[in-house]
């Protein structure tokens, strides 16, 4: 048995892991920050940009977007890289709308202001708009997770602006 009385959560390691693997999918905090203001704008037109990207660095911050971001991201990049065992590999890779992981992973982020981002993430995940359209016809990456990973964080951005609101 492993004990983990001394184990520290490494918070600076996986914030850096999670926003690496965004990078090198072509994705910054400013796309997922547009698709968050391009949600959020027609509840409150005064909304700042700037305020927006420090919220989706902030959400981007929490150990439970960071833990389904990381293992999101990881699937994605052993599909890409053909590492998964079969009927694992085909399923992730051709992303079959009946796995469901992607999105189960991805309603847990949107969640994390309560339920008002899943209303968001649905919105997000039906019109795929910004980078994750872009994702979404990449013929080059398995992007079955980061697309509803992306959705998700900007969902929960739009979902704390709306709490912040209230």
Known sequence: MVDRRDYKYPDTEAFKFVIDRLNEQGIEIEDIAEIAYNTHKKYNAQINKDYIIKLTNDVLHKREVLNSAMVGLELDRLATEKKLNSPLQEIVEHDIGV???????????????????????????????????KLDNDKNHVNTFVDDLVGAVAAAVSAKLAHDEA
């Open 99 to 133: 796995f469901g992981v992607d999105e189960t992973l991805a309603l847990g982020i949107a969640s994390i202001y309560g339920t008002i981002g899943y209303t968001a993430y649905g919105n997000i995940d039906v019109n795929k708009p910004g980078i994750i359209g």
